[in-house]
T-cell receptor, first 114, second 113 residues
Framework: GNSVTQMEGPVTLSEEAFLTINCTYT??????LFWYVQYPGEGLQLLLK?????DKGSNKGFEATYRKETTSFHLEKGSVQVSDSAVYFC?????????????FGKGTKLSVKP | DGGITQSPKYLFRKEGQNVTLSCEQN?????MYWYRQDPGQGLRLIYY???????QKGDIAEGYSVSREKKESFPLTVTSAQKNPTAFYLC????????????FGQGTRLTVV
């Protein structure tokens, strides 16, 4: 079946530090991959996406590359800000039937200190 | 503005009562979803619907019910059979059941008192 595994947090960084949150997946075929962000007390917002191998999704300084050979979609940002403090979820969608549902990792909480 | 609206933002329920959470979207999306979020457990799928008048159970459907009488609306009822209903509930929609992204509402926090 489909599954997503992401690094457990919490992750605490100083402002302007480099961020990596690891995400690996298991799926048949060619799923689409997503990163969502959740700020306290709010719903999820789509941060970036990639729909095929070697695609790079990017938004607000965050990047992630769809690596089919390593089944990974790691989230990176070169210089984090206090406002990036949130919970980040890696997710995938696959074709057909119940596979069309979004499958989420458990989330990684990021805290950025001034 | 197009989007997904969940209401209310906070909801309190006495034990033994049924409560209904509202979810409305004006994105003209076919598919809609309900997720439950508990601390440290990520998101778990309760129910999903691909088209009007059709819906399917997700991973944790017991104690919940839904309806899909209109394309834009997908209300969730938390029944008294749900033993531990206190959680954050998120509604989402997507254009279809393929590989496109889903969009989320702002959530409803349900507390049993």
């Amino acid at each position: 079946g489909n599954s997503v595994t992401q690094m457990e947090g919490p992750v605490t960084l100083s402002e302007e530090a480099f961020l990596t949150i690891n995400c690996t997946y298991t799926a048949t075929g060619y799923p689409s991959l997503f990163w969502y962000v959740q700020y306290p007390g709010e719903g999820l917002q789509l941060l970036l996406k990639a729909t095929k191998a070697d695609d790079k999704g990017s938004n607000k300084g965050f990047e992630a590359t769809y690596r089919k050979e390593t089944t990974s979609f790691h989230l990176e940002k070169g210089s984090v800000q206090v406002s990036d403090s949130a919970v980040y979820f890696c997710a995938l969608r696959n074709y057909g039937g119940s596979q069309g549902n979004l499958i989420f990792g458990k989330g990684t909480k990021l805290s950025v200190k001034p | 503005d197009g989007g997904i609206t969940q209401s209310p933002k906070y909801l309190f329920r006495k034990e033994g009562q049924n409560v209904t959470l509202s979810c409305e979207q004006n994105l003209n999306h076919d598919a809609m979803y309900w997720y439950r979020q508990d601390p440290g457990q990520g998101l778990r799928l309760i129910y999903y619907s691909q088209i009007v008048n059709d819906f399917q159970k997700g991973d944790i459907a017991e104690g919940y019910s839904v309806s899909r009488e209109k394309k834009e609306s997908f209300p969730l009822t938390v029944t008294s059979a749900q033993k531990n209903p206190t959680a954050f509930y998120l509604c989402a929609s997507s254009i279809d059941r393929g590989v496109t992204e889903a969009f989320f509402g702002q959530g409803t926090r349900l507390t049993v008192v």
